[in-house]
């Protein structure tokens, strides 16, 4: 009946595309929409330098590592909105 407009994200899933800065983008578009304890997964994580350059970004808006096997896969969780 009421339409409500959620601009709040607790998982976000990134599959593609494989570009550095594209990636980068996307993350920081999610990161301003992300609530404290929402997660980042990423899938491809060989197919493009995101242990090289992704890794410590995201590490510096707050996020931890969350899980991280041997898949080509990645998740981190928001701490808090502002780095402490």
């Known amino acids: 009946k009421n339409k409500v407009l959620i601009n ?8 593609g595309p494989h570009d ?3 990636v980068k983008k996307e993350i920081d578009f999610f990161n301003d929409r992300m609530a ?29 590592v969350l899980e991280q096997g041997q ?3 990645i998740s981190y969780i928001k701490k808090s909105r502002y780095k402490i």
């Open 20 to 22: 550095e800065e594209i």
């Open 36 to 64: 404290i304890g929402g997660t980042m997964i990423f899938d491809d994580i060989y197919d493009y330098p995101h242990m090289e350059t992704l890794d410590e970004h995201i590490k510096g808006l707050n996020f931890e």
């Open 8 to 15: 709040t994200y607790k998982a976000v899933f990134f599959d």
């Open 71 to 73: 898949s080509r896969k």
